[in-house]
């Protein structure tokens, strides 16, 4: 199997940005650290030379990235039942259950989606470190659909789509309050809080950030949204609905608020109900997901306090 070359050129607002950080951002399928890894083994060129992972870059840069063929993933498989709401030889579409973490990370070795998807599908070539195959993540505390690629091609494909906002994402989210838009568009760039490194914030050193929400049912003091992804930010709903002051329903990290009801969640109300996306073949599929029970019990409860 040969190595995958991504060519990319660098656009104006990324001039002075570390290599490392900006290959991570556009091929978002690789750790930073996988990144640093394949610069140090001269992997990765800037107009031909190679550079360090802190080289700053220019408008218009040639960034050449080579990755090797897909080498046995240091990951043990685990047989732990999947929902699979799609599969073929390229793609898996899971309906990923709340609790669950997507690819392991400090403080969750094992038990993560990555680890299931290893012991169903046995013959996975992806190349990467911890995250084979992971186009895109959910929170551990969102339940719905993401896309896994079971190859390096549709990984590839995957990831060109993902970058050129070319998927469709659509959730659903009870958030505290009420709207006074049926419908309106958050545009604000979101990044690492300043002072807390576990939290994301809207802060003007962010990336760009755009979420359009819908208002599908009022429910007394809270709303239940339909929401769709512009971009794909780290926390972006959550961090997005609390910068208007309307955080999601249960979140432990954003939205918590003391004496607030949170009838009988034990997480987010949020879930990623449908997924649209081109099959490496060219097929435009989109599939969607059922309420998880947990949250049709809260709406029910919502629905009857009003």
Same mark, same amino acid.
């Given at each position: ?103 392991? !990370? ?191 019990? !809260? ?8």
């Amino acid at each position: 199997m040969e190595a995958t070359i991504y060519n990319l050129t660098v656009e104006s607002e990324s001039a002075g940005e570390r290599l490392d950080r900006y290959v991570a951002r556009m091929l978002p399928v690789f750790s930073r650290s996988y990144v640093q890894h394949l610069i140090t083994g001269a992997q990765i060129t800037v107009n031909g030379r190679l550079v360090r992972a802190s080289h700053g870059l220019c408008a218009d840069d040639m960034v050449e990235v080579t990755v090797p063929p897909p080498q046995p993933v240091a990951l043990t498989p685990e047989s732990i039942p999947l929902s699979i709401t799609y599969e073929d030889a390229d793609v898996v579409v899971v309906d990923k259950p709340a609790g669950m973490v997507v690819h392991p !990370a400090p403080g969750h070795p094992g038990g993560t989606l990555v680890n299931a998807l290893l012991a169903r599908y046995p013959d996975m070539q992806v190349s990467g470190d911890l995250r084979p195959g992971i186009v895109h993540r959910l929170d551990a505390g969102t339940s719905g659909l993401l896309v896994v690629a079971r190859n390096d091609a549709a990984l590839r494909d995957l990831s060109d789509q993902q970058r050129e906002r070319q998927m469709r994402k659509i959730y659903l989210a009870v958030a505290e309050g009420r709207f006074k838009e049926s419908e309106g568009v958050i545009d604000a760039p979101v990044g690492r809080h300043p002072s807390d490194r576990l939290r994301m914030a809207v802060t003007p050193q962010g990336r760009v950030a755009r979420t359009h929400y819908r208002v599908i049912e009022e429910l007394g003091a809270y709303t239940l949204l339909e929401v769709r992804l512009e971009t794909g930010r780290t926390h972006q709903i959550r961090v997005h609905l609390l910068h208007i002051q309307r955080p999601v329903l249960g979140d432990p990290i954003y939205g918590a608020r003391k004496g607030r009801q949170n009838f009988g969640l034990g997480r987010q109300f949020l879930h990623a109900q449908q997924l649209g996306f081109r099959l490496p073949g060219g097929e435009w599929r989109e599939f969607s997901s059922p309420l998880p029970d947990d949250l049709q019990v !809260a709406l029910s409860k919502l629905r009857a306090s009003r």
